[in-house]
């Protein structure tokens, strides 16, 4: 099974649950202004996440979700941090769905900085699909 991991996190928040879940999968957690963020082959899980900045996604992300193609992926699992809102889930839900790739109802949600007992959960949630 191929599975991807990609986020954007400013100050490291999402960025600890994307390791999480990546460490569980045993690939990286790849930011997606790096170079090796775009999708090489049909991913069958990719993990996608990033936080809500003034009820907005930051522009790395927004940009990145314009990129995707269905063929990218054949399904994808959102995660995300906040203080309050869970907003930016249903943004990034909506990028995926723009461009054609199946989103799994379920998502992960942290709010801001995760403690050691959310990364495990966040793992024991990126296990069940798996
Ligand atoms: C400039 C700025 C704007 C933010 N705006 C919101 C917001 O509108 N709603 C919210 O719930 N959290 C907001 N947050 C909180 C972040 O989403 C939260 O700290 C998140 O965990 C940051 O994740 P990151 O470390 O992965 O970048 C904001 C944070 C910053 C720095």
Redesign the pocket.
């Known amino acids: 099974m191929k599975v991807e991991v990609r986020y954007y ?7 600890s649950v994307a390791e999480a879940i990546a460490a569980q999968a045993g690939v990286p957690a790849v930011s997606v202004d790096s170079a090796d963020a775009q999708l090489r082959e049909t991913a069958d899980i990719l993990f996608i996440g ?6 907005g996604l930051d522009s790395h992300l927004k940009n990145y979700l314009k990129t995707l193609k269905k063929y990218d992926a054949k399904k994808a699992v959102v995660f995300s ?5 869970k907003h ?1 889930v249903d943004l990034i839900k909506k990028g995926l769905t723009d461009a054609g790739i199946p989103v799994e109802t379920e998502f992960f949600y942290v709010k ?2 995760p403690s050691e007992e959310q990364l495990k959960d966040a793992a024991a949630f990126a296990r069940k699909f798996l």
């Open positions: 996190s400013r100050s490291g928040n999402t960025k990033g936080a809500l900045y003034a009820y941090t906040s203080w309050l809102s930016s801001n900085t």
